[in-house]
């Protein structure tokens, strides 16, 4: 069994920053893409960015220059340092990882969720 688990989430205030983690823990050999998604009351989930084991990144559009994702493999946690938050990016944010365990099987897990709430 695998567990994802976020934290950081929070209320700022326009502008501001926040820092989220999300640490794997259970039965991994290895971990290959890490990602943030959000999702927005009313809205579909989106992907925000992602990392893969060798640390290349990417970034939808509505996070490049503000947010940075990075990685520690040591720890298995994924990092998403958000600065000047907007309203918009006021959400729901979920971590998703690609683990594949000791037999092989690569499977995909979902973190519970973390809220970030923006105030204008």
């Known amino acids: 069994q695998v567990q994802l688990v976020e934290s950081g989430g929070g209320l700022v205030q326009a502008g501001g920053s926040l820092r989220l983690s999300c640490a794997a823990s259970g039965s991994i050999y290895k971990i290959n893409d890490m990602r943030w998604y959000r999702q927005a009351p009313g809205k579909q989930r989106e992907l925000v960015a992602y990392i893969t084991s060798r640390g290349s990144t990417s970034y939808a559009d509505s996070a490049k220059g503000r947010f940075t994702i990075s990685r520690d493999n040591a720890k298995n946690t994924v990092y998403l340092q958000m600065n000047s938050l907007k309203p918009d990016d006021t959400a729901v944010y979920y971590c998703?990882?690609?683990?594949?365990?000791?037999?092989?099987?690569?499977?995909?897990?979902w973190g519970q969720g973390t809220q970030v709430t923006v105030s204008s």
């Open positions: 998703n990882a690609d683990i594949q365990h000791y037999n092989g099987v690569v499977r995909f897990y």
